[in-house]
Nanobody
Framework: QVQLVESGGGLVQAGGSLRLSCAAS????????MGWFRQAPGEAREFVAA????????SYADSVKGRFTISRDNAKNTMYLQMNSLKSEDTAVYYC???????????????WGQGTQVTVSS
């Protein structure tokens, strides 16, 4: 069993930066594939980025490639999403997700956090 808690969301102006964190409980975090998803009002949840259990492989949605960076620190049981050059269209609730087998862009992750709001003002 893994519990995930996101933090770091907030209000930022367009062009600014935020770093989201996803803290995981449980000893198995270090072998889990992890991902970030987001959901804007009235929209379906969409993939943002994913990272393999050891951080050796990453994947990004085209809409965030070059602006967002996913990383993890297994010693701290924490995953991060560094978001730079934020745009108004990045406004959404951001969720972290985990699964024993990396699901990459598929929403088939077993464990999900409660979400953190990111609002980008233009």
């Amino acid at each position: 069993q893994v519990q995930l808690v996101e933090s770091g969301g907030g209000l930022v102006q367009a062009g600014g930066s935020l770093r989201l964190s996803c803290a995981a409980s449980g000893r198995t975090f270090s072998i889990y594939g992890m991902g970030w998803f987001r959901q804007a009002p009235g929209e379906a949840r969409e993939f943002v980025a994913a990272i393999s259990w050891n951080g050796g492989s990453t994947s990004y949605a085209d809409s965030v490639k070059g602006r967002f960076t996913i990383s993890r620190d297994n010693a701290k049981n924490t995953m991060y999403l560094q978001m730079n050059s934020l745009k108004s269209e990045d406004t959404a609730v951001y969720y972290c997700a985990g699964n024993p087998i990396t699901q990459w862009a598929s929403p088939s992750y077993t464990y999900w956090g409660q979400g953190t709001q990111v609002t980008v003002s233009s």
